[in-house]
């Protein structure tokens, strides 16, 4: 059993810069990629940002410049700092984490939701 647990969210003002952080638990033998996935209010989930295991990054245009991604891989947690954030930013921010035990499977915490709001 593996799971990812959340914590970071809530309420932001615009140009806030909140981290969002993720750690995965339970028969984990080694992590591959990790990475956020938002889903914004009557829109559907789309990619933010993943990290591979060896620290390759790849970050939806959107976000490029404002959000960074990094982790430990000793302490399995992935970290999304988001700088300069907008109203359309909002979202529920999910953690994935591509999890070997005897194959690869993606797991997906349960979400946080930012809200960027004055």
């Known amino acids: 059993q593996v799971q990812l647990v959340e914590s970071g969210g809530g309420l932001v003002q615009p140009g806030g810069s909140p981290t969002l952080s993720c750690t995965a638990s339970g028969s984990i033998s080694s992590i591959r990629a990790m990475g956020w996935n938002r889903q914004a209010p009557g829109k559907e989930r789309e990619l933010v940002v993943v990290?591979?295991?060896?620290?390759?990054?790849n970050l939806a245009d959107s976000v490029k410049g404002r959000f960074t991604i990094s982790r430990d891989n000793a302490k399995n947690t992935v970290y999304l700092q988001m700088n300069s954030l907008k109203p359309e930013d909002t979202a529920v921010y999910y953690c994935?984490?591509?999890?070997?035990?005897?194959?690869?499977?993606?797991?997906w915490g349960q979400g946080t939701l930012v809200t960027v709001s004055s």
């Open positions: 990290i591979t295991d060896d620290g390759n990054t």
């Open positions: 994935n984490a591509d999890v070997y035990t005897y194959k690869y499977f993606r797991h």
